[in-house]
Structures are given as structure tokens and as C-alpha cells.
């Protein structure tokens, strides 16, 4: 792999799981709003109970099986080391380079597909390379709600 390569791989690495972890936060906040307002309007008696209930359980459940503020939380430690390989990598040579890119790929964690070709367009225009790659609406949407939506 030529240095060109893993710099391209670092940086491609880095803004995914940037966007994972500002996507992932969001989810999280997005139910956890959600759970504390519908459950005061239970204690208000302001929507029907059982309904209600019903979303709670169902939202509680996918917050606990998901654990998107774990993802986020995960995803943000992933992001830091790649930027900070990022900032080093010109006082590495290609040997180091690849050796702490291979440790760090030996550990990544899985993302949102849908995550993957904003951070990639983001890494080409972070690196000024020629990008031909278009997002579909709904990537371009995810990569909206995850703070990046590369042009």
C-alpha cells in the first residue's frame, strides 16, 4: 500500500467515524427526548396509555439492544486516534505508518453503511482528490443528520 493510500485510509477512517459518532449521539439524544416526554404526558394523561406504553417499551428496548450513546462514545475514541495519526503522519515513516493504520483497522468497529460514501466524498475533498462519487438522497440525508453533508 503506498503512503498516498493509507494517508487516503486514515482520513477516510477518520471523518466515518466522526459522522458515526455525531449520528449515533443524536439517535440517543433524539430517543431519550422522546422517552422523557412521552413519559410526562402519561402522567398528564395527555395521549392514550396503552399507545403510549407501547412506543416507550419499543424505544427503550431498541436504546437498550443498540446503545447508540455506546456507539457514539465508541465511535468518537475511534475518530480521535485516527486524527491524531492524521497529525503525526509526517513525522512517521511508511513502515510506522502502516504499522499503526493495520493496528488501528485490527479494531474497528462496524458502521452505518449508509455513512460511508459521505465520508468518503469528505476525504477526497479533505485530500483535494479528483471525486466522482454521488450520494443518494437518503445517504445525503444521513449525512446531513450526521453533521457532514459534502458538496
Given at each position: 500500500?503506498?503512503?498516498?493510500?493509507?494517508?487516503?485510509?486514515?482520513?477516510?477512517?477518520?471523518?466515518?467515524?466522526?459522522?458515526?459518532?455525531?449520528?449515533?449521539?443524536?439517535?440517543?439524544?433524539?430517543?431519550?427526548i422522546?422517552?422523557?416526554?412521552?413519559?410526562?404526558?402519561?402522567?398528564?394523561?395527555?395521549?392514550?396509555?396503552?399507545?403510549?406504553?407501547?412506543?416507550?417499551?419499543?424505544?427503550?428496548?431498541?436504546?437498550?439492544?443498540?446503545?447508540?450513546?455506546?456507539?457514539?462514545?465508541?465511535?468518537?475514541?475511534?475518530?480521535?486516534?485516527?486524527?491524531?495519526?492524521?497529525?503525526?503522519?509526517?513525522?512517521?515513516?511508511?513502515?510506522?505508518?502502516?504499522?499503526?493504520?493495520?493496528?488501528?483497522?485490527?479494531?474497528?468497529?462496524?458502521?452505518?453503511?449508509?455513512?460511508?460514501?459521505?465520508?468518503?466524498?469528505?476525504?477526497?475533498?479533505?485530500l483535494?482528490?479528483?471525486?466522482e462519487?454521488?450520494?443518494?438522497?437518503?445517504?445525503?440525508?444521513?449525512?446531513?443528520l450526521?453533521?457532514?453533508?459534502?458538496?
Amino acid at each position: 500500500m503506498s503512503r498516498s493510500d493509507m494517508i487516503f485510509n486514515i482520513t477516510y477512517s477518520y471523518y466515518l467515524n466522526e459522522m458515526q459518532s455525531r449520528f449515533s449521539g443524536r439517535i440517543d439524544k433524539f430517543i431519550s427526548i422522546v422517552l422523557f416526554v412521552l413519559g410526562g404526558s402519561v402522567l398528564a394523561s395527555l395521549l392514550n396509555v396503552i399507545f403510549v406504553g407501547s412506543v416507550v417499551s419499543i424505544l427503550s428496548a431498541i436504546q437498550f439492544f443498540y446503545q447508540f450513546g455506546k456507539q457514539s462514545s465508541v465511535s468518537d475514541e475511534r475518530a480521535k486516534k485516527y486524527l491524531s495519526l492524521m497529525h503525526h503522519e509526517s513525522r512517521l515513516t511508511d513502515d510506522e505508518l502502516h504499522s499503526q493504520l493495520d493496528e488501528l483497522l485490527k479494531t474497528d468497529t462496524p458502521v452505518f453503511g449508509f455513512l460511508e460514501n459521505p465520508a468518503y466524498k469528505r476525504a477526497s475533498i479533505k485530500l483535494d482528490l479528483v471525486d466522482e462519487t454521488k450520494l443518494s438522497w437518503a445517504e445525503s440525508i444521513f449525512a446531513w443528520l450526521a453533521g457532514d453533508l459534502p458538496k
